[in-house]
């Protein structure tokens, strides 16, 4: 799959996440993506803000905070 470009819509977030454009709505307003920028008719997301986000979360679920998850994930 070829690199998405800087700012991009949300069928191709969608297409580079291998998840629907519904999954990405829901997670913008959950706020595990961040919001897009608008201008004009148009709405965008910055890929590398996407990026950095979805790492964020991979880091957040490999090191659970909360201790009864942590002593979960030891086991």
């Known amino acids: 799959m070829p690199a998405p470009p800087e700012y991009c819509s949300i069928k ?12 990405v ?10 919001q897009p920028k608008k201008r004009g008719t ?5 890929w ?3 990026q950095e ?4 979360l991979a880091e957040v679920e490999q090191e ?4 009864i998850l942590r002593a979960i994930h030891a086991r």
């Not at 986000?53 to 964020?56: F, L």
């Not at 659970?64 to 201790?67: K, R």
């Open 64 to 67: 659970p905070q909360d201790p």
């Open 53 to 56: 986000m979805m790492d964020g």
């Open 12 to 23: 191709t977030i969608a297409e580079q996440l291998d998840c629907s454009v519904s999954t």
């Open 48 to 50: 590398s803000e996407v």
């Open 25 to 34: 709505e829901s997670y913008t307003n959950r706020g595990l993506l961040p």
């Open 42 to 46: 148009l709405v965008r997301w910055k």
